[in-house]
Nanobody, 121 residues
């Protein structure tokens, strides 16, 4: 069983940076692949990034590639999303998920409650 809590969201101007954290509890965290998703108002939840259990393999949505970096520290039971060169279209609720190295929402077993990211122009 895994419980996930996101933090680090907030408001930032376009071009700025923000670092999201996802704190996990549960004995199996270090072996789970992880993902970040986001959902803007009126939109479907969309894939952002995913990372395998060791942190050595990652994948990104085309919309964030080169700007966002997913990483993990298994000793701290935490996964991160470093977001640079933020754009207004990055505004969304960001969700941490566990259980799959995948871009598909339904492939993930566990979800956090989400954290709001707002990017102003």
């Amino acid at each position: 069983q895994v419980q996930l809590v996101e933090s680090g969201g907030g408001s930032v101007q376009a071009g700025g940076s923000l670092r999201l954290s996802c704190a996990a509890s549960g004995r199996t965290f270090s072996r789970y692949p992880m993902g970040w998703f986001r959902q803007a108002p009126g939109k479907e939840r969309e894939f952002v990034a995913t990372i395998n259990w060791s942190g050595g393999d990652t994948n990104y949505a085309d919309s964030v590639k080169g700007r966002f970096t997913i990483s993990r520290d298994n000793a701290k039971n935490t996964v991160y999303l470093q977001m640079n060169t933020l754009k207004p279209e990055d505004t969304a609720v960001y969700y941490c998920a566990a259980g799959s190295y995948s871009s598909v929402v339904t492939d993930y077993r566990y979800w956090g409650q989400g954290t709001q990211v707002t990017v102003s122009s």
